[in-house]
């Protein structure tokens, strides 16, 4: 199993900036996905971004080219930056680490506690 801790939730008001950062440890095992799920109340878990390995990015319909995430392998660490936040950004954000490739995953998903972010109209 894999550890996330993330940090960078906050309140913000539409239109603003916030970025999340992601420090993964324990059993890595490459190749693998990173990245960002969100949940609000009354909606199901959605992936936000995710980023590979071999850095190919994948972005949810809803991100409209807002959101831009990064990753450093050496590290083990993934980032989010969230530029022209909307009110219905706000949700619970969870970073996710996955053994695997979107085309062959070898593993479970593995989650962090998640980390708030408000944004006010």
């Known amino acids: 199993q894999v550890q996330l801790v993330e940090s960078g939730g906050g309140s913000v008001q539409a239109g603003g900036s916030l970025t999340l950062s992601c420090v993964v440890s324990g059993n890595i095992k490459r190749p693998n996905t990173m990245g960002w799920y969100r949940q609000s109340p009354g909606k199901e878990r959605e992936l936000v971004a995710r980023?590979?390995?071999?850095?190919?990015?994948d972005y949810a319909d809803f991100v409209e080219g807002r959101f831009t995430i990064s990753r450093d392998s050496a590290k083990n660490t993934v980032n989010l930056r969230m530029d022209w936040l909307k009110p219905e950004d706000t949700a619970n954000y969870y970073c996710?680490?996955?053994?695997?490739?979107?085309?062959?995953?070898?593993?479970?998903?593995?989650w962090g506690k998640g980390t708030l972010v408000t944004v006010s109209s």
């Open positions: 980023m590979t390995t071999g850095n190919n990015a």
């Open positions: 996710h680490y996955r053994h695997g490739l979107p085309t062959m995953w070898y593993g479970i998903h593995n």
